[in-house]
Each structure stands twice: as C-alpha cells, then as structure tokens.
C-alpha cells in the first residue's frame, strides 16, 4: 500500500531564503508524482507534474527533482516571497487512477 | 470555464441526517474524483468515476454513496451523516486524453465544502 510522507511537516523562514521540501513515497511504481499548492479555505492549485520517466520539472522559480528508486521527491523554491505562504502538498499516482497525498508542509514566508 | 464548481460551501449536520453535495464540471472531463481532507492531514480519495455512468470505491468510501448521470456532475451523497464525517470535501476532475501519454495529466480541485456533523 503506497504511503506518502512530508518532512518538515511546518516551516517558518524570512523573506529571500531557498527552500527545500522534501516528499518520500513506500512504492515505486507511480505514473507520476505532483506538488500542488493549496491556501487557506481553498482547493488545490497544481504546481509541478513529474512524470515517472523524468527527473525534473521546473516552473519559474520552482523546481521539483523525483528519485524513483530511493521513493523520494524534493520541491526547491527560490529567492521565497511572502506570498509562497501556504500548504505544499505532494501526491503520488499510482494505478486505478488513484492519488496518494501527504499531509502536506505548511510554509510561512516572512517579510 | 468555471472550472470545477461545488456547492455548498459550507453546511452543518446534525446526526443522522442526510445531504448531497454537488461537483460540476464545464471541462469536458471524463474522470472526476471525491476526496476528505481532515486538519492536518493529506486528501483521501472516497469515490471516482472514469465516465458517465461508472464509478469505484477508493480508500474511504463507507458511509458514501455517489452517481453519474452526466460527464458534467458527481454529486456525493451522505445517508446517515456521523461525526467521523466531519471534514472539507474536494471534487477534482481530469482528462484522460488519448493524445498524451499516461501520467502527463493533472487533477483540478473545486474549492471545497465545508461539513460539520453535530
């Protein structure tokens, strides 16, 4: 059964750090494995999309690497801004049409 | 396009009651889904279905029931509503388009409803 697990589970940092999310997964057989964002009362927005052939994805100032072998996934952001603020959730696909999400890292970017 | 919309935003039940909660896409999507967030915790799939018509179970479907009639609407239906169903429900929907290859898709969200079971 595909567990999927995200350390740190918060974060607090002053506005201009680089950041490092780190998301593990127990099964290696994905389709693939997305970051979504996700703010306060809101849905889901999806950020990156790593297919399980690829090794990265990167949009702007996000840049997200998958591992496929040692089940593990990092999402990079950049140069981070107070309105990066937010919950970062990963989710693996796996068969049966099925996304498997971790609990997510709730990010406070401050100024 | 709306998108993905559901309604309501926000609802309170006491226990034992009954309600359906509506997800409607103007995407044109063949697959649509139903997730539970609990606080702190990830999305739980509770039902899916590939095409009007056809639904399955996912990891949480008990105390659930959903249909689809249309490509556009899943509503989810709750019969005996228990606290344990206290939760933000999401419905997400997808293409499942021949031209891309298997796992080049993505998922998008409503906004949520919001249920309290008392």
């Known amino acids: 059964k595909q567990e999927v697990t995200q350390i740190p589970a918060a974060l607090s940092v002053p506005e201009g750090e680089n950041l490092v999310l780190n998301c593990s997964f127990t099964?290696?057989?994905?389709?693939?494995l997305q970051w979504f964002r996700q703010d306060p009362g809101k849905g889901l927005t999806s950020l990156l999309l790593?297919?399980?052939?690829?090794r990265e994805q990167t949009s702007g100032r996000l840049n997200a690497s998958l591992d496929k072998s040692s089940g593990r996934s990092t999402l990079y952001i950049a140069a981070s801004q107070p309105g990066d603020s937010a919950t970062y959730l990963c989710?693996?696909?796996?068969?049966?049409?099925?996304?498997?999400f971790g609990a997510g890292t709730r990010l406070a970017v401050h100024p | 396009n709306a998108g993905v919309t559901q309604t309501p935003k926000f609802r309170i039940l006491k226990i034992g009651q009954s309600m359906t909660l509506q997800c409607t896409q103007d995407m044109n999507h063949n697959y649509m889904y139903w997730y539970r967030q609990d606080p702190g915790m990830g999305l739980k799939l509770i039902y899916y279905?590939?095409?009007?018509?056809?639904?399955d179970k996912g990891e949480v479907p008990n105390g659930y029931n959903v249909s689809r009639s249309t490509t556009e609407d899943f509503p989810l239906r709750l019969e005996l509503a228990a606290p344990s169903q206290t939760s933000v429900y999401f419905c997400?929907?997808?293409?499942?388009?021949?031209?891309?290859?298997?796992?080049?898709?993505?998922?998008?969200f409503g906004p949520g409803t919001r249920l309290l079971v008392l």
């Open positions: 279905s590939v095409g009007a018509g056809i639904t």
């Open positions: 989710a693996a696909r796996g068969g049966y049409n099925k996304l498997i």
């Open positions: 099964d290696s057989a994905i389709y693939n």
């Open positions: 790593i297919q399980s052939s690829q």
């Open positions: 997400a929907s997808r293409i499942r388009d021949r031209g891309l290859l298997e796992g080049q898709e993505t998922q998008y």
